[in-house]
């Protein structure tokens, strides 16, 4: 369940933290970015899939708050903030994790960069299991599976990755366990890798050809 103290101290303090005091998402000002609703600005899932061990009890296994924002709208929908994802497992319910996916338009053969912020918010208790798992037209390039405690524990990870596409449309999917806390997730963006300009072959034709000249009228001046 997501922590009702933690929630509380934070309602009647009016503490912000250094996160959620950014004034915009940071996914959304990504030129070109392909990712619908790519930091759940929207309060909500807009544009995005759940799948999986979707159940989720009173809401509390997973969803859209403030306090898992990396970055985001300030005033925003989340409390007056900026938006984040909290995603967990039902345990209770099932063994399979949780999945979020979106499927975007591609060019084949081209290459994007992928990029999302991650937060393990605390390590696993003994007995309990965390996994993370990216995967791009089904298959995976990323997975995590903490078992121990880490300096990055309760901190955002930005992860990024260039992957080529294979068909018009691909699926980006993540899943998650976490089976007695959340991972934080924001900020997704894919963008297409900016193509490697050479110069043509004419114009360096031409440049050799003006070079030769050049020398050859030097070398006429040197003898006369």
């Known amino acids: 369940m997501r922590k009702s103290v933690s929630v509380l101290v ?6 912000w933290t250094a996160s959620q005091a950014k004034a915009a998402s940071i996914c959304d000002a990504l030129a070109g970015n392909l990712i619908t609703n790519c930091g759940f600005e929207t309060g ?12 989720n009890p009173g809401g509390n296994y997973y969803g859209v708050d403030t306090f898992d924002a ?4 300030t005033p925003g929908n989340c409390m007056g903030g900026p ?19 979106q499927t975007i338009a591609t060019s084949v053969g081209s290459v994007y960069d992928v990029s999302y912020f991650l937060e393990q ?22 997975s995590l599976t903490p078992t121990a405690p880490s300096a990055a ?7 990024s990755f260039m992957e080529t596409a294979t068909a018009t449309s691909t699926t980006l999917q993540f899943s998650f366990e976490n089976d007695d806390d959340f991972w934080s997730f924001d900020d997704v963006s894919v963008v297409a890798a900016a193509a490697t300009t050479t110069p043509e ?16 009228l030097w070398s006429r001046r040197r003898l006369a």
Do not use: K, R
Request: aromatic letters at 12%; hydrophobic letters at 40%; glycine letters at 18%.
């Open 10 to 15: 934070l309602i009647v303090g009016g503490f």
């Open 44 to 55: 909500d899932f807009t544009g995005w899939t759940i799948g999986g061990n979707d159940a």
């Open 70 to 73: 990396n970055s985001g709208n």
């Open 83 to 101: 938006c984040g994802a909290f995603m967990s497992q039902d345990f209770f319910v099932g063994t399979a994790p949780l999945t979020l996916s």
């Open 121 to 142: 918010d605390t390590p696993p208790e003994p007995g309990n299991s965390h996994a993370f798992t990216a995967s791009w037209g089904g298959i995976p390039f990323q």
């Open 153 to 159: 524990d309760g901190t955002f990870v930005e992860y």
């Open 201 to 216: 072959p004419s114009t360096g034709l031409a440049g050799g050809i003006a070079l030769g000249a050049l020398l050859l």
